[in-house]
């Protein structure tokens, strides 16, 4: 019953600072102005690509504020999109999740979840805006993937054969993704288990405290429009990554971002390690 991964929400000090960076970067649209009564925030939402994202800033006491006293700035929650919020809402009701609906939206706390925060929207069709294309990805740090793929395929009506296998010696973990629409999208949570602790990925879920939300991805048309864009105002950044070259992935630090960790791929280039390398494009045979 998950469409797509259609937004993401962000914890952050000042929401028009932070849509700022955004339109330098992506050049990301604001949406609109309101407040989350729900999370304590006031929100501006901005758009880019298809996707959108929610830029949350305290607003007295609530979940947004304890995680910037916590945390600081940062990937507060994974949106995903359905075709009838109402049907899932109920779905969800009958096994026993626990959540709070506010202006259409579905939010669904950590506790409820293998550690990730979620809110579900109404599935939309927006225009492409700006330098990318779509948010596809939100990576949960589990403990034990299995039964993590069984939990988001039972509460969320996905289907597990489509699901993919993923391991990364590199970064140090093993799990799966939970592709909503395979092979027409990528869109998916990916469920890493993590193998070293030693590992960046392992060292943020110990500091969390256990299961959590760890980064985003992104897909673009280009990568060097992007990277320009932020060498030209000193935002940090690191070409290349497992099975990929400067031209075809990148990752955006957490400092450049708000505190967002996000991948950035170019136009189909995650089928390298999705399961379907045969659609990835020139060069991903080799890479794979």
């Excluded at 779905?91 to 550690?115: C, M, V, Y």
């Excluded at 990916?190 to 405290?209: A, K, N, V, Y």
């Amino acid at each position: 019953m998950l469409e797509h991964v259609d937004r993401m929400q962000i914890a952050v000090r000042d929401r028009e600072t932070a849509a700022a960076t955004f339109a330098h970067i992506f050049d990301a649209k604001t949406v609109r102005d309101d407040e989350v009564k729900v999370l304590g925030a006031k929100r501006r939402v901005v758009h880019a690509g298809t996707s959108e994202f929610e830029l949350l800033e305290p607003n007295g006491d609530g979940p947004v504020a304890d995680y910037v006293a916590n945390w600081g700035e940062g990937l507060f929650a994974a949106g995903f999109s359905t075709r009838d919020v109402s049907a899932l809402a109920s779905r969800l009701s009958s096994k026993g999740l626990q959540f709070t609906e506010e202006g259409g939206q579905l939010f669904i706390a950590p506790d409820q979840t293998p550690g990730l925060r979620m809110v579900i929207s109404q599935e939309q069709n927006r225009p492409m805006a700006g330098l990318m294309r779509y948010l596809y990805e939100a990576t949960n740090l589990i403990n034990d993937h299995k039964a993590a793929a069984e939990f988001y395929a039972d509460r969320f009506g996905l289907d597990q054969s489509r699901f993919s296998p993923l391991t990364s010696h590199d970064y140090g973990y093993t799990g799966q993704l939970t592709l909503f629409n395979p092979p027409d999208r990528l869109d998916r949570i990916e469920l890493s288990q993590i193998t070293d602790p030693q590992q960046p990925m392992g060292r943020f879920m110990m500091r969390r405290g256990g299961e959590t939300l760890y980064m985003c991805y992104i897909e673009v048309e280009a990568i060097a429009p992007i990277a320009e864009r932020m060498k030209a105002k000193g935002l940090r950044h690191t070409s290349g990554g497992e099975h990929s070259g400067g031209e075809t992935n990148m990752f955006i630090h957490p400092t450049a971002l708000h505190g967002v960790l996000m991948g950035v791929s170019r136009t189909n280039w995650a089928w390298t390690w999705s399961g379907r390398p045969e659609l990835a494009g020139k060069g991903a045979k080799a890479a794979h």
